[in-house]
């Protein structure tokens, strides 16, 4: 009995010593990330995934909150850069590239292809010719409407691919006929009212013009500035009177109640839609409509990305695992946990969910994406923006001195 005790004890201390020394010949792949619980889990998922496909590798991932990751990520990427980290794509990220913190990955792109499964979310990735991370979740913006409002109205319904301009400010008129709101928001905390800027400013000038507004190289008393405020200036008298005392949620109500007829807003507001009373069969998606002929179909698609730090320790497995997370079968796997869309166009979403497959065609074709003026402009100047922009939804005639008080800002920000 004693002997076979001994026995046991020395077979699980070899076993112990032999799983040691497995932990040992394993490579370490430090993970830095920001992830709420869904995704979080999502992730972990798709780490054990790429974990038994290289059993050599040992991720170590260590999740922040949101607000503390903001600071964190400024302090271990001098101090202790891990091998991976979580930001964003567009201006957001151009911070870290300007000042080296960021490592180029151009090789990991065409290594696998990434130029065309891509190829939407290329551009937000793109500095000085260059890549620097991969985008592996992100949702759509677009306008949501009610198709009971519109027959209210006497307004043919749209189909996914939307209608011109000029229609859409025409119907405004038969919906206000009706009285109904054409465009319902609720610009009480700014970002719902940024949201149709964005659109205002991608559909009228580009997004190659839109992205050098919001890296303030473009006076915001510019003439080109001044002709994406007259266009939403048409759109102005039709939206809700009261949207800056309500908030995002209220003006949903609004759409569900049939009181107004559309709203531009993130994919995200399909739940709250639905939980108010709408179904597949009256609330529909279309793409913001074109406005000056001809210019590249760009979109508002907030785009969640993956970096290797300039300061990387293990770089080889890093790129192996940002190859792995961009490839169409683990971006299927994990946005289909989340309930986003994947960056990858060789995914595949659920074809049960219409929003969902509608956003999923509508940005894989999008010449680019820009990822919400409060991601794209520095904070300073999205809250001095977003203010102006709520400003001229209530007072256009003010157009001037909103312009001049954000040139100022620009000035400040910008230096």
Not at 23 to 40: E, G, H, S
Not at 90 to 95: C, E, F, L, Q, T
Not at 221 to 248: C, M, R, S
Not at 281 to 298: H, K, Q, S, V, Y
């Amino acid at each position: 009995m004693v002997h076979k005790s001994a026995g046991a004890l020395a077979l699980a201390a070899a076993l112990l010593l032999s799983t040691a020394a497995v932990a040992q010949d394993k490579r370490i792949l430090k993970y830095n990330a920001d992830y709420d619980p869904i995704p979080l889990a999502a992730m972990e998922a798709l780490i054990a995934d790429f974990e038994a496909a290289n059993p050599d590798i040992d991720v170590q991932l260590n999740n922040f909150d949101h607000e503390g990751y903001k600071t964190a990520i400024r302090n271990f990427l001098t101090t202790d850069a891990p091998d991976l980290a979580n930001w964003y794509a567009g201006n957001r990220m151009a911070p870290f590239v300007e000042a080296g913190q960021f490592m180029d990955v151009t090789d990991v792109w065409e290594a696998n292809g990434l130029n065309d499964a891509l190829a939407s979310a290329a551009a937000s990735m793109t500095i000085d010719g260059k890549k620097w991370g991969v985008p592996y979740t992100y949702y759509q913006w677009g306008i949501y409407f009610n198709k009971d409002a519109y027959a209210a109205a006497g307004v043919e319904v749209p189909g996914p691919e939307g209608v011109d301009w000029a229609t859409f400010i025409a119907n405004c008129e038969k919906f206000k006929a009706a009285g109904i709101d054409c465009l319902t928001t609720g610009t009480k905390a700014l970002w719902p009212g940024a949201g149709i800027f964005d659109y205002m400013s991608l559909r009228t000038n580009g997004y190659e013009w839109h992205m050098e507004l919001t890296a303030g190289k473009i006076a915001w008393t510019d003439q080109k500035v001044k002709d994406v405020f007259n266009e939403l200036g048409k759109l102005q008298p039709y939206v809700t009177a009261n949207h800056a005392a309500i908030d995002w949620q209220d003006a949903a109500a609004l759409l569900v109640q049939g009181k107004a007829a559309n709203y531009v807003m993130g994919n995200f507001a399909v739940g709250v839609f639905k939980e108010g009373g709408m179904t597949n069969d009256n609330l529909g998606f279309m793409a913001f409509p074109e406005i000056t002929p001809g210019i590249p179909r760009a979109e508002d698609a907030p785009t969640d990305t993956i970096h290797i730090p300039a300061g990387a320790k293990n770089v080889e497995d890093a790129k192996k695992f940002l190859a792995f997370v961009a490839s169409a079968d683990a971006q299927t796997k994990l946005n289909a946990a989340i309930g986003q869309l994947p960056t990858n166009k060789n995914s595949t979403v659920a074809a049960d969910d219409p929003f969902i497959s509608a956003g999923f065609k509508m940005l894989s074709e999008a010449h680019a994406l820009a990822q919400f003026f409060d991601r794209d402009a520095p904070a300073e100047m999205a809250k001095a923006g977003m203010e102006g922009i709520q400003q001229f939804l209530v007072q256009p005639d003010q157009l001037d001195a909103i312009l001049e008080r954000l040139e100022q800002v620009r000035g400040q920000v910008y230096k």
